[in-house]
């Protein structure tokens, strides 16, 4: 996952920086940082990650068209 996706799929399911800091269990300065282009530990992407596609979230990393993210069907955005 890279920063502006973390935007991305945040801004989607409607979560503000402190939501998601809050259900991925870090700080919100954290969720800031990574947005910001700061490197974190693997392990703490990781779970911000997986919160995000908890929320149903899909991941896109494609070579032609860049980075992006998709909602599930089932997912409900705020």
Known sequence: M???QSKMARVALGLG???LAELAKVAPATISRFEAGEELKERTID?????????GVIFINDDDQGP???LRKDSVAA
């Open 2 to 4: 890279k920063p502006v």
């Open 17 to 19: 920086i402190r939501d």
């Open 47 to 55: 779970a911000i990650q997986n919160t995000l596609e908890s929320a």
């Open 68 to 70: 992006g993210v998709r």
